[in-house]
């Protein structure tokens, strides 16, 4: 997005996006295992840095390069490896989604022939299967009702046990003879 104006860039270019979407789509920090509400999908979840080292050795490289030249770097240069490990991030997890579907995809066809990437994608079948992410899905509308109404009833219930607990004899006056 470089210098570009955030509120130009949302006006003109990113309409329909929400920002937690944005924030999926960018590969934020564990962005995608945050409770959002737009944007959520299981391929997110999987660790997929090992294999990204494993078929991207170059990128370790290049960040060393880029660290050799110190002040002479510029700050696009800088941000070229990252650029890279996010695009073969983004490679691997659209594949475990796609690439059984698309076995003849050259990048797909690259990724079936790899040992790590075949565990990788059968241990991921098994887990979305077993809904292990299932969790961190955003609620829909009703649902989220539902837990509201939930949680304002075990409120009511904590108040009203406390309420109870206060609710002792007044203490009584001494008398004076």
Same mark, same amino acid.
């Given at each position: 997005? #470089?210098?570009?104006?955030?509120?130009?860039?949302?006006?003109?270019?990113? !309409? +329909?996006?929400?920002?937690?979407? @944005?924030?999926?789509?960018? *590969?934020?920090?564990?962005?995608?295992?945050?409770? +959002?509400?737009?944007?959520?999908?299981?391929? +997110?979840?999987?660790?997929?840095?090992?294999?990204?080292?494993? *078929?991207?050795?170059?990128?370790?490289? @290049?960040? &060393?390069?880029?660290? #050799?030249? #110190?002040?002479?770097?510029?700050?696009?240069?800088?941000?070229?490896?990252?650029?890279? !490990?996010? +695009?073969?991030?983004?490679?691997?997890?659209?594949?475990?989604?796609?690439?059984?579907?698309?076995?003849?995809?050259?990048?797909?066809?690259?990724? @079936?022939?790899?040992?790590?990437?075949?565990? *990788?994608?059968?241990?991921? !079948?098994?887990?979305?299967?077993?809904?292990?992410?299932?969790?961190?899905?955003?609620?829909?509308?009703?649902?989220?009702?539902?837990?509201?109404?939930?949680?304002?009833?075990?409120?009511?219930?904590?108040?009203?046990?406390?309420?109870? !607990?206060?609710?002792? &004899?007044?203490?009584?006056?001494?008398?004076?003879?």
């Amino acid at each position: 997005m #470089g210098h570009w104006l955030h509120t130009a860039l949302l006006q003109s270019y990113l !309409k +329909f996006f929400p920002v937690d979407g @944005l924030l999926g789509a960018g *590969l934020w920090p564990n962005a995608a295992q945050k409770q +959002f509400d737009h944007f959520w999908d299981p391929r +997110f979840f999987p660790n997929v840095s090992d294999i990204v080292q494993a *078929l991207a050795p170059w990128i370790a490289t @290049l960040k &060393e390069i880029v660290r #050799g030249m #110190g002040a002479a770097a510029t700050p696009s240069m800088r941000s070229i490896p990252e650029v890279c !490990k996010y +695009f073969v991030t983004v490679a691997i997890q659209d594949a475990l989604e796609l690439a059984e579907d698309t076995p003849n995809n050259p990048v797909h066809a690259m990724l @079936l022939n790899n040992a790590t990437f075949e565990n *990788l994608l059968q241990q991921y !079948k098994i887990d979305k299967q077993e809904g292990k992410w299932d969790s961190f899905k955003p609620l829909d509308l009703k649902a989220e009702v539902q837990q509201m109404r939930h949680d304002q009833s075990r409120l009511l219930q904590m108040v009203e046990k406390s309420m109870r !607990k206060e609710q002792v &004899e007044p203490p009584k006056t001494p008398t004076v003879t």
